[in-house]
Protein backbone atom coordinates (compact mmCIF):
# COMPACT_ATOMS: atom_id res chain seq x y z
CA UNK A 1 0.00 0.00 0.00
CA UNK A 2 2.79 2.67 0.77
CA UNK A 3 4.33 1.41 -2.46
CA UNK A 4 1.44 1.97 -3.89
CA UNK A 5 1.10 5.52 -2.58
CA UNK A 6 4.49 6.34 -3.49
CA UNK A 7 3.76 5.42 -7.55
CA UNK A 8 0.70 7.35 -7.26
CA UNK A 9 2.21 10.48 -6.03
CA UNK A 10 5.11 10.40 -8.30
CA UNK A 11 2.14 10.07 -11.50
CA UNK A 12 0.88 13.35 -9.64
CA UNK A 13 4.05 15.17 -9.67
CA UNK A 14 5.32 13.78 -13.28
CA UNK A 15 1.69 14.78 -14.67
CA UNK A 16 1.97 18.45 -13.06
CA UNK A 17 4.91 19.34 -14.47
CA UNK A 18 4.51 18.24 -18.13
CA UNK A 19 1.48 20.44 -18.05
CA UNK A 20 3.47 23.07 -16.08
CA UNK A 21 5.93 22.57 -19.13
CA UNK A 22 2.99 22.95 -21.44
CA UNK A 23 1.65 26.07 -19.66
CA UNK A 24 5.25 27.38 -19.77
CA UNK A 25 5.61 26.86 -23.31
CA UNK A 26 2.47 29.12 -24.09
CA UNK A 27 3.12 31.60 -21.63
CA UNK A 28 6.50 32.06 -22.92
CA UNK A 29 6.01 31.30 -26.86
CA UNK A 30 6.84 35.29 -28.22
CA UNK A 31 10.73 34.76 -26.64
CA UNK A 32 10.98 31.33 -28.05
CA UNK A 33 9.52 32.65 -31.25
CA UNK A 34 12.13 35.67 -31.23
CA UNK A 35 15.22 33.62 -29.68
CA UNK A 36 15.07 30.01 -31.30
CA UNK A 37 15.50 28.95 -34.80
CA UNK A 38 12.86 26.75 -36.27
CA UNK A 39 10.83 27.70 -32.73
CA UNK A 40 7.10 26.93 -34.53
CA UNK A 41 7.57 23.28 -35.17
CA UNK A 42 9.61 23.39 -31.58
CA UNK A 43 6.70 25.05 -29.67
CA UNK A 44 4.23 22.44 -31.32
CA UNK A 45 6.71 19.02 -30.21
CA UNK A 46 6.71 20.77 -26.90
CA UNK A 47 3.27 20.91 -26.40
CA UNK A 48 2.17 17.84 -27.81
CA UNK A 49 4.65 15.57 -26.28
CA UNK A 50 4.10 16.79 -22.94
CA UNK A 51 0.33 16.46 -23.09
CA UNK A 52 0.77 13.03 -24.42
CA UNK A 53 3.30 12.12 -20.98
CA UNK A 54 0.63 13.80 -18.94
CA UNK A 55 -2.16 11.67 -20.26
CA UNK A 56 0.17 8.61 -20.06
CA UNK A 57 0.56 9.38 -16.51
CA UNK A 58 -2.85 10.45 -15.59
CA UNK A 59 -3.75 7.09 -17.31
CA UNK A 60 -1.40 5.11 -14.72
CA UNK A 61 -3.06 7.34 -11.23
CA UNK A 62 -6.66 6.28 -13.20
CA UNK A 63 -4.95 2.66 -13.37
CA UNK A 64 -3.89 2.12 -10.05
CA UNK A 65 -6.04 4.05 -8.27
CA UNK A 66 -9.54 1.30 -9.85
CA UNK A 67 -7.27 -1.71 -8.63
CA UNK A 68 -6.57 -2.38 -12.12
CA UNK A 69 -4.60 -6.05 -12.70
CA UNK A 70 -1.55 -5.58 -14.02
CA UNK A 71 -0.16 -6.97 -17.86
CA UNK A 72 2.48 -6.41 -19.46
CA UNK A 73 1.14 -3.38 -21.66
CA UNK A 74 0.42 -1.38 -18.22
CA UNK A 75 3.40 -1.96 -16.60
CA UNK A 76 5.34 -0.87 -19.71
CA UNK A 77 3.66 2.03 -19.92
CA UNK A 78 4.09 2.67 -15.95
CA UNK A 79 8.38 2.15 -16.84
CA UNK A 80 7.56 4.64 -19.46
CA UNK A 81 5.56 7.16 -16.96
CA UNK A 82 8.21 6.50 -14.29
CA UNK A 83 11.19 7.53 -16.31
CA UNK A 84 9.72 10.21 -18.69
CA UNK A 85 9.54 12.94 -16.88
CA UNK A 86 13.13 13.86 -16.53
CA UNK A 87 14.61 12.53 -19.53
CA UNK A 88 11.85 14.33 -21.75
CA UNK A 89 12.14 17.36 -19.96
CA UNK A 90 15.90 17.35 -20.23
CA UNK A 91 15.71 16.54 -23.73
CA UNK A 92 13.67 19.88 -24.37
CA UNK A 93 16.36 21.64 -23.02
CA UNK A 94 18.83 20.06 -25.06
CA UNK A 95 16.82 20.59 -27.80
CA UNK A 96 16.20 24.19 -26.96
CA UNK A 97 19.69 24.76 -26.46
CA UNK A 98 20.70 23.28 -29.47
CA UNK A 99 18.41 25.62 -31.73
CA UNK A 100 19.15 29.22 -29.35
CA UNK A 101 20.12 32.16 -31.27
CA UNK A 102 23.65 33.50 -30.00
CA UNK A 103 25.12 36.25 -32.15
CA UNK A 104 28.13 37.76 -30.89
CA UNK A 105 27.49 41.41 -30.01
CA UNK A 106 29.40 44.12 -32.15
CA UNK A 107 32.05 45.83 -30.15
CA UNK A 108 30.96 49.23 -31.63
CA UNK A 109 27.29 48.56 -32.98
CA UNK A 110 25.79 50.89 -35.29
CA UNK A 111 22.61 53.08 -35.18
CA UNK A 112 19.69 51.73 -37.49
CA UNK A 113 16.65 53.67 -39.06
CA UNK A 114 14.07 51.43 -40.62
CA UNK A 115 11.77 53.37 -43.16
CA UNK A 116 8.47 52.10 -44.73
CA UNK A 117 5.54 53.79 -46.46
CA UNK A 118 3.25 50.86 -44.87
CA UNK A 119 2.79 49.40 -41.34
CA UNK A 120 4.19 46.10 -42.42
CA UNK A 121 6.76 46.99 -45.01
CA UNK A 122 9.78 47.06 -42.64
CA UNK A 123 8.65 43.41 -41.20
CA UNK A 124 8.14 42.20 -45.08
CA UNK A 125 11.31 43.23 -46.23
CA UNK A 126 13.93 43.67 -43.43
CA UNK A 127 12.58 41.52 -40.84
CA UNK A 128 15.75 39.51 -40.21
CA UNK A 129 18.23 41.58 -41.04
CA UNK A 130 16.99 44.08 -38.57
CA UNK A 131 16.27 41.31 -35.90
CA UNK A 132 19.93 40.32 -36.33
CA UNK A 133 21.27 44.13 -35.92
CA UNK A 134 19.56 44.10 -32.60
CA UNK A 135 20.32 41.30 -31.48
CA UNK A 136 24.15 42.29 -32.19
CA UNK A 137 23.56 45.27 -30.32
CA UNK A 138 22.66 48.10 -32.74
CA UNK A 139 20.20 50.67 -31.95
CA UNK A 140 16.74 50.38 -34.05
CA UNK A 141 14.72 52.87 -34.89
CA UNK A 142 11.74 52.46 -36.97
CA UNK A 143 9.83 55.05 -39.00
CA UNK A 144 6.21 54.51 -40.43
CA UNK A 145 4.88 56.75 -42.92
CA UNK A 146 0.97 55.78 -43.08
CA UNK A 147 -1.81 53.73 -41.18
CA UNK A 148 -2.43 51.83 -44.38
CA UNK A 149 -6.04 52.41 -44.29
CA UNK A 150 -6.00 51.73 -48.63
CA UNK A 151 -4.70 48.01 -47.88
CA UNK A 152 -6.70 47.27 -44.88
CA UNK A 153 -7.89 48.69 -41.40
CA UNK A 154 -6.52 51.98 -40.45
CA UNK A 155 -7.62 51.71 -36.52
CA UNK A 156 -5.79 48.40 -36.50
CA UNK A 157 -2.74 48.55 -38.54
CA UNK A 158 -0.82 51.11 -36.36
CA UNK A 159 -0.56 49.14 -33.47
CA UNK A 160 0.31 46.06 -35.43
CA UNK A 161 3.17 47.92 -36.60
CA UNK A 162 4.27 49.01 -32.54
CA UNK A 163 3.62 44.81 -32.16
CA UNK A 164 5.78 44.03 -35.05
CA UNK A 165 8.51 46.58 -33.76
CA UNK A 166 8.40 45.37 -30.25
CA UNK A 167 8.97 41.41 -31.46
CA UNK A 168 11.67 42.21 -33.57
CA UNK A 169 13.40 44.50 -30.57
CA UNK A 170 13.34 48.03 -32.05
CA UNK A 171 14.18 50.72 -29.40
CA UNK A 172 11.28 52.80 -31.18
CA UNK A 173 8.68 53.14 -33.79
CA UNK A 174 6.98 56.07 -35.07
CA UNK A 175 3.84 55.58 -36.83
CA UNK A 176 2.55 58.53 -38.54
CA UNK A 177 -0.87 59.09 -40.53
CA UNK A 178 -0.39 60.60 -43.97
CA UNK A 179 -2.81 59.58 -46.55
CA UNK A 180 -1.82 56.08 -47.61
CA UNK A 181 -1.42 55.74 -51.61
CA UNK A 182 -1.20 59.83 -52.14
CA UNK A 183 2.32 60.33 -50.55
CA UNK A 184 3.45 62.37 -53.65
CA UNK A 185 1.41 65.14 -52.52
CA UNK A 186 3.07 65.07 -49.06
CA UNK A 187 6.23 65.02 -50.21
CA UNK A 188 7.79 67.92 -48.35
CA UNK A 189 5.92 66.82 -44.85
CA UNK A 190 7.50 64.02 -45.55
CA UNK A 191 10.87 64.82 -45.85
CA UNK A 192 10.43 66.92 -42.64
CA UNK A 193 9.12 64.09 -40.80
CA UNK A 194 12.13 61.60 -42.15
CA UNK A 195 14.86 64.72 -41.59
CA UNK A 196 13.69 64.74 -38.04
CA UNK A 197 14.18 61.34 -37.27
CA UNK A 198 17.25 61.70 -38.67
CA UNK A 199 18.33 64.56 -36.44
CA UNK A 200 17.29 62.71 -33.40
CA UNK A 201 18.77 58.93 -33.86
CA UNK A 202 21.67 60.29 -35.77
CA UNK A 203 21.79 56.51 -37.70
CA UNK A 204 24.39 55.01 -39.15
CA UNK A 205 22.69 53.00 -41.69
CA UNK A 206 19.40 54.07 -43.25
CA UNK A 207 17.02 51.15 -44.64
CA UNK A 208 13.94 52.19 -47.33
CA UNK A 209 12.27 51.61 -50.12
CA UNK A 210 13.86 50.85 -53.26
CA UNK A 211 13.84 52.86 -56.62
CA UNK A 212 12.88 49.96 -58.18
CA UNK A 213 9.55 49.45 -56.45
CA UNK A 214 5.93 50.34 -58.39
CA UNK A 215 3.85 51.41 -55.60
CA UNK A 216 4.18 54.74 -55.39
CA UNK A 217 4.42 55.56 -52.10
CA UNK A 218 7.50 53.19 -51.83
CA UNK A 219 8.64 55.40 -54.58
CA UNK A 220 8.00 58.70 -52.71
CA UNK A 221 9.43 57.30 -49.65
CA UNK A 222 12.59 56.46 -51.17
CA UNK A 223 13.12 59.85 -53.12
CA UNK A 224 12.30 61.48 -49.31
CA UNK A 225 14.49 59.67 -47.88
CA UNK A 226 17.88 60.86 -50.37
CA UNK A 227 16.89 64.08 -49.99
CA UNK A 228 16.14 63.84 -46.09
CA UNK A 229 19.83 62.07 -45.64
CA UNK A 230 21.40 64.41 -48.80
CA UNK A 231 23.83 66.18 -46.01
CA UNK A 232 24.74 62.84 -44.03
CA UNK A 233 27.33 60.35 -43.87
CA UNK A 234 24.83 57.62 -43.72
CA UNK A 235 24.83 54.02 -45.74
CA UNK A 236 21.35 53.88 -47.39
CA UNK A 237 20.32 50.52 -48.64
CA UNK A 238 16.70 49.72 -50.29
CA UNK A 239 15.22 46.60 -49.58
CA UNK A 240 13.17 44.54 -51.47
CA UNK A 241 9.17 44.68 -51.57
CA UNK A 242 7.26 42.27 -53.33
CA UNK A 243 5.69 45.52 -55.18
CA UNK A 244 9.62 45.47 -57.00
CA UNK A 245 10.49 45.10 -60.09
CA UNK A 246 12.68 43.11 -62.16
CA UNK A 247 14.83 46.03 -62.15
CA UNK A 248 15.91 45.14 -58.40
CA UNK A 249 19.58 44.36 -58.51
CA UNK A 250 20.48 43.89 -55.31
CA UNK A 251 24.55 43.64 -54.21
CA UNK A 252 24.16 43.80 -50.23
CA UNK A 253 23.82 40.48 -48.52
CA UNK A 254 22.18 39.68 -45.22
CA UNK A 255 22.85 35.86 -44.09
CA UNK A 256 19.41 35.29 -41.90
CA UNK A 257 19.82 31.73 -42.16
CA UNK A 258 19.10 31.52 -38.21
CA UNK A 259 16.54 34.41 -38.64
CA UNK A 260 13.71 32.74 -40.86
CA UNK A 261 11.42 31.93 -38.46
CA UNK A 262 11.72 35.38 -36.49
CA UNK A 263 11.14 37.35 -39.70
CA UNK A 264 7.60 34.86 -40.40
CA UNK A 265 6.79 35.67 -36.82
CA UNK A 266 6.89 39.20 -37.01
CA UNK A 267 4.99 39.67 -40.17
CA UNK A 268 2.17 37.17 -38.35
CA UNK A 269 2.08 40.62 -36.09
CA UNK A 270 0.43 41.81 -38.87
CA UNK A 271 -3.13 39.84 -38.66
CA UNK A 272 -5.17 42.47 -41.27
CA UNK A 273 -2.88 41.46 -44.09
CA UNK A 274 -2.63 37.48 -43.70
CA UNK A 275 -4.65 36.89 -46.47
CA UNK A 276 -2.26 38.79 -48.39
CA UNK A 277 -0.60 36.07 -51.07
CA UNK A 278 2.90 37.39 -49.96
CA UNK A 279 2.87 36.99 -46.35
CA UNK A 280 2.56 33.19 -46.91
CA UNK A 281 5.15 31.46 -45.00
CA UNK A 282 5.92 29.40 -47.91
CA UNK A 283 6.94 32.03 -50.11
CA UNK A 284 8.58 33.72 -47.98
CA UNK A 285 11.00 31.31 -47.31
CA UNK A 286 11.15 30.80 -50.99
CA UNK A 287 12.29 34.51 -51.48
CA UNK A 288 14.99 34.53 -48.88
CA UNK A 289 16.60 30.85 -49.92
CA UNK A 290 16.36 32.64 -54.01
CA UNK A 291 18.37 35.16 -51.86
CA UNK A 292 20.40 33.37 -50.16
CA UNK A 293 21.51 31.23 -53.24
CA UNK A 294 23.04 34.24 -54.74
CA UNK A 295 24.69 35.19 -51.72
CA UNK A 296 26.20 31.63 -51.19
CA UNK A 297 24.31 31.14 -47.84
CA UNK A 298 21.35 29.25 -47.19
CA UNK A 299 18.92 32.02 -46.64
CA UNK A 300 19.53 36.22 -46.94
CA UNK A 301 17.83 39.56 -47.21
CA UNK A 302 19.01 41.24 -50.30
CA UNK A 303 19.38 44.85 -50.67
CA UNK A 304 20.32 47.35 -53.39
CA UNK A 305 22.96 50.25 -51.81
CA UNK A 306 21.64 53.83 -52.56
CA UNK A 307 24.94 55.01 -50.63
CA UNK A 308 27.68 52.89 -48.69
CA UNK A 309 30.26 55.04 -46.07
CA UNK A 310 32.96 53.27 -44.74
CA UNK A 311 34.41 53.99 -41.22
CA UNK A 312 37.90 53.09 -42.64
Known amino acids: MQEMGISLIGHIITTFSFIGVAIYAFAR ?8 RNSTVLFFIIIVISLVFAGINI ?3 IYEISGGEEVNLTQNVDLVAQY ?22 KNQAARVLAIGAHPDDIEIAAGAALSKMRDAGYQIYGLVMTAGEKGGNGDQRPSEARRGAEFLGLDEVEVHHFTDTRLAGETVEVIGVIEDMIARCQPDIIFTHSVHDLHQDHQTVYEATLRAARNTKTTILCYESPSVTQDFHPTYFVD ?20 KPYMKPDLVRGKLAYRGAQAKVDYAEAFEVARMVSAI
Do not use: C, E, W
Not at 29 to 36: A, E, G, N, V, W
Not at 264 to 274: N, P, V
Open 256 to 275: VSKYVDIKIQAMRKHGDQKT
Open 59 to 61: FRF
Open 84 to 105: SSIFVQSAFILILFANKIIIQP
Open 29 to 36: QRYLHRTT
